[in-house]
């Protein structure tokens, strides 16, 4: 995997360059800390703040083992590519931040903590606020597997993220802005039974979600209240415009999805 995902990075450098010029290379500081902060214009000629500036090892990897995602301490989805390592980015905020991105967090301020499941790709993070703690659990879906050398074979290009209230109550606010083709793409939103779904470049996606969420021009949001006890689910389907449509789950699929994950990453 690791191979595989040195090969990704490589490609999405390559397409980088083709589709911006070279940094400026001035710094700026940020809160104290002194980072690179880039500027490029893209093929349409806007400008572009390049990279997040979000250290690379404060983000949690989750894959498949044929795609990968990564997930900052903030609850940002900055990186998916569907369906392969190598392929065209849906969110890479991670090297723009008009690439697109998938952020749930709680509505105030909070600390962080975070790990994988034991055993797993399975990453859980934790938002202590003022007036509850709010876990995130995010994985990609692998499908069943009996067999712990074909993990991943039957992988249903799924993205899932289940939000659980652990106490007191939590308001988490869910901001989806896909931009497929590393983020010149910016693709037509459409509220659905369940969800959203999202169209632009050679990419078809659908998120299911609990609670409607109300698009605007190039992406969605939407907030959730939860007690502790409760938990809900999001999950990101991506399908090729030429292929089967992806489409909404329901709550009970979307908590089947993850549970046959972990268990498939354990055997």
């Given at each position: 995997?690791?191979?595989?995902?040195?090969?990704?990075f490589?490609?999405?450098?390559?397409?980088?360059?083709?589709?911006?010029?070279?940094?400026?290379g001035?710094?700026?500081?940020?809160?104290?800390?002194?980072?690179y902060?880039?500027?490029?214009?893209?093929?349409?000629?806007?400008?572009?703040?390049?990279?997040?500036?979000?250290?690379?090892?404060?983000?949690?990897?989750?894959?498949?083992?044929?795609?990968?995602?990564?997930?900052?301490?903030?609850?940002?989805?900055?990186?998916?590519?569907?369906?392969?390592?190598?392929?065209?980015?849906?969110?890479?905020?991670?090297?723009?931040?008009?690439?697109?991105?998938?952020?749930?967090?709680?509505?105030?301020?909070?600390?962080?903590?975070?790990?994988?499941?034991?055993?797993?790709m399975?990453?859980?993070?934790?938002?202590?606020?003022?007036?509850?703690?709010?876990?995130?659990?995010?994985?990609?879906?692998?499908?069943?597997?009996?067999?712990?050398?074909?993990?991943?074979?039957h992988?249903?290009?799924?993205?899932?993220?289940?939000?659980?209230?652990?106490?007191?109550?939590?308001?988490?606010?869910?901001d989806?802005?896909?931009r497929p083709?590393?983020?010149?793409?910016?693709?037509?939103?459409?509220?659905?039974?369940?969800?959203?779904?999202?169209?632009?470049?050679?990419?078809?996606?659908?998120?299911?979600?609990?609670?409607?969420?109300?698009p605007?021009?190039?992406?969605?949001?939407?907030?959730v209240?939860?007690?502790?006890?409760?938990?809900?689910?999001?999950?990101?389907?991506?399908?090729?415009?030429?292929?089967?449509?992806?489409?909404?789950?329901?709550?009970?699929?979307?908590?089947?999805?993850?549970?046959?994950?972990?268990?498939?990453?354990?055997k």
């Amino acid at each position: 995997m690791a191979s595989g995902l040195t090969g990704a990075f490589a490609h999405y450098r390559g397409r980088a360059r083709e589709h911006a010029p070279c940094r400026t290379g001035t710094r700026a500081a940020r809160g104290g800390d002194e980072r690179y902060e880039r500027r490029r214009r893209n093929v349409f000629g806007q400008e572009v703040r390049y990279m997040t500036g979000t250290p690379i090892e404060d983000y949690g990897l989750l894959s498949d083992r044929h795609s990968a995602a990564l997930v900052s301490r903030g609850g940002a989805v900055d990186w998916l590519c569907f369906p392969r390592f190598d392929s065209p980015s849906v969110f890479a905020a991670l090297l723009g931040d008009k690439a697109g991105t998938w952020s749930v967090h709680p509505a105030g301020p909070a600390e962080t903590s975070r790990r994988y499941l034991d055993g797993t790709m399975v990453l859980r993070t934790e938002f202590a606020t003022a007036t509850g703690t709010l876990a995130v659990t995010d994985a990609l879906a692998t499908g069943a597997s009996e067999d712990p050398h074909r993990l991943g074979a039957h992988a249903p290009h799924l993205l899932i993220r289940s939000l659980a209230c652990t106490g007191g109550t939590v308001e988490a606010v869910v901001d989806f802005r896909p931009r497929p083709e590393y983020g010149l793409v910016i693709p037509m939103l459409a509220r659905c039974d369940g969800g959203v779904t999202a169209r632009g470049g050679a990419v078809s996606l659908a998120l299911s979600s609990p609670v409607p969420l109300t698009p605007y021009p190039g992406g969605a949001s939407g907030t959730v209240d939860l007690e502790a006890g409760q938990e809900v689910g999001f999950a990101l389907h991506w399908g090729p415009l030429s292929g089967p449509a992806p489409r909404v789950r329901r709550q009970g699929e979307i908590a089947d999805q993850l549970t046959v994950t972990v268990d498939a990453w354990r055997k």
